[in-house]
C-alpha cells in the first residue's frame, strides 16, 4: 500500500526550507512504497515546515521538520504514523489550533493537491459552477445577494449589490464585453490570505470567478496578481491550463455554450494598486493612479466597460455559496457581517498563521486562544487591525466583536484581515510617523491632501517627538489628519489619518516622551 506524505509547496513553508525536507523525505525512503504529494499549508506558519504521513485512521502531523529532523523521524515510525517523536503533534484535524476553527473558503486548503482537479472535485469542487449552469444569470446573483457576502479585500461592499449593477448595465461598442478583474494585490502588512488561497486551492478562485462571469455576462476575466508572488503565478497559470483542458473554462464552459476566459496580470509593484480604479488603469497598461468617482468600475470600469472588481477571497466564497445555498451560508456570522473571515495573525505572537472564523470572534480569543500571547513574553500593548491604514486598537478595546460595523463603532477597521501585535516594548509615536511615511511612500501623487499631506505629517510628527512646540503641533497634526481624511481622493490618504489618530488618542504619552535619542539620525 503506498504511504502518502504531505510536504507543502507553500511559499512561507519553502522560505523555511520545505522544498529540502521534501527532498531529504524522497532520498531517505527509495526502498518504500511512497508517493510525496507538496499540498498546500493549512495556515500554521509556526508549524511549519508541517509534514503529514496518511493513515488508516486519517493524517498524522510532525512540525515544525527541518531537513536534518527526517532521518530521525522515519527511525521513530514516522511512515508509521507514530506519535513518540518531540515533533509529533498527532492527527493533524485534533491539533487546537487547526479544530477550533470554521473554514468554508479554506476549507481544502492543505489538504489536497492544489493541481490536481480530481483532488478538487472530489473535494465538492465545481458543484457551485455546475449549479450555476442550471439556473438564470439573475437567479445567481440573488444567491450572492442573500448570502450576505461583502467584500473581503476591505471596503466590505455588498458582493451581489455590484453584481447587480453590472448585470444591468449596458456594454458599449461592438464587442459588447464586460470583465471580471480579481484583485490580487495583496499589499496590506501582515496579509497573507489571498496567497494561501491562491497557492493552496486555485481552482476555488478560477470557479468563482466563472460563476462571477456567467452571472453578469461576462466572457473575459483578469487576475491583477501582485508581483512578489512568483509560487502563486506558477500555480495559477498551470491551473488555468489544466481547467482549460477539462472544459471548466474556454469558449463551451461543460457544454453549456457559456464562454469564459482567464488571464493572469502581474501588478506594478505599488500599493495604491490594491485601489480599484488604480488597478484598472494599470491593467491598462498606464501608471497605476486613482481615477475620480463617479463613474463607478461597474458602469465605466476596464477599458471604459462594466467591470466587477472582487478580491481573491470574495471569489473564492462564491463556490460554497452556490454549492451549498445562501441560507447555508449566512448562517455564519453576525449582523450584516455574514459568513466567515480569514484571520491573519502576524507580528509579536507564539502562533503566527491563518484562523478562519464566522464573524463575531473577539481579538483577544485570536490573539489568546489561537495566537498564543507574545513572543517575547512581555504584554501585549497594541494591535493594528485592517493593514498599514489600520488603526490602533489598546487592550480595553480588545473584547469587540469581529464585525465590520461593530469595530466602525469604535473607529477600527475590519479590512482584509491583518492582525499584527505588539508588546509593551513599542513606541506608538514611531508607529504614527511610520504610517504618515508610508503614505509618503505609496501615495500615487495625483491629489494634493494626500501627496503633501503626508510629508507634513512626517515633519509634524517629528517636531512633535523631538519636544519642538509640542502641544501646537498636535493640534496642528489633528487638523492635518482632517484635510487628508476629508480631502483626498481614495482611500490611501483617506485612511492614513486612522492609525494617526488612533496612537494619539490611546497612547499619547508616547508623544510626551523625551525626545529619542535617534531622532532625525540617517
Known sequence: MTIQI???????????????????????????????????????????TLVEVSTAEGRVAYGPVDEDDVESLLEQGMLEGAQQHPLSLGPTEEIPYLKKQQRLTFKRAGIIDPLSIEDYQAHEGFEGLRNA??????????????????????????TGIKWQTVLDATAKGECQQKYIVCNADEGDSGTFADR?????????????MTIAGIAVGASKGYIYLREEYPHAHQILNKAI???????????????????FDIEV?????????????ALLES?????????????????????GQPTVVN??????????ILAKGAEYYASYGMGRSRGTMPFQLAGNLKQTGLVELAFGATLNELLNDFGGGSQSGQPLRAVQLGGPLGAYLPKEQWDTQMDYEALAAIKGVLGHGGIVAFDNTVDMSEQARFAMEFCVEESCGKCTPCRIGSVRGVEVIDKIRSNNNRDNNIVLLSTLCDTMENGSLCAMG?????????????????????????????
Open 6 to 48: 504531505f510536504t507543502p509547496q507553500d511559499s512561507t513553508a519553502c522560505s523555511v526550507g520545505a522544498n529540502d525536507v521534501a527532498e531529504k523525505i524522497q532520498e531517505l525512503t527509495q526502498s518504500h512504497d511512497v508517493e510525496i504529494i507538496r499540498n498546500g499549508s493549512r495556515g500554521l506558519f509556526w508549524l511549519e
Open 133 to 158: 449552469l442550471k439556473i438564470s444569470d439573475q437567479e445567481i446573483v440573488d444567491t450572492v445577494k442573500e448570502s450576505g457576502l461583502r467584500g473581503r479585500g476591505g471596503a466590505a461592499f455588498p
Open 196 to 208: 494561501l488561497q491562491m497557492e493552496a486551492d486555485p481552482f476555488a478562485l478560477l470557479e468563482g
Open 241 to 259: 491550463e489544466i481547467a482549460i483542458e477539462n472544459k471548466f473554462l474556454g469558449d463551451d464552459i461543460l457544454g453549456s455554450g457559456k464562454p
Open 265 to 277: 496580470r502581474l501588478g506594478a509593484k505599488s500599493y495604491v494598486c490594491g485601489e480599484e480604479t
Open 283 to 303: 491593467l491598462e497598461g498606464k501608471r497605476g493612479v486613482v481615477r475620480a468617482k463617479p463613474p463607478l468600475p461597474a458602469i465605466e470600469g476596464l477599458f
Open 311 to 320: 478580491n481573491v477571497i470574495s471569489l473564492s466564497s462564491v463556490p460554497i
Open 494 to 522: 483617506g485612511m492614513t489619518p486612522f492609525p494617526v489618530r488612533s496612537a494619539l488618542q490611546h497612547f499619547g504619552e508616547d508623544f510626551h516622551q523625551d525626545p529619542p535619542s535617534q531622532l532625525n539620525k540617517s
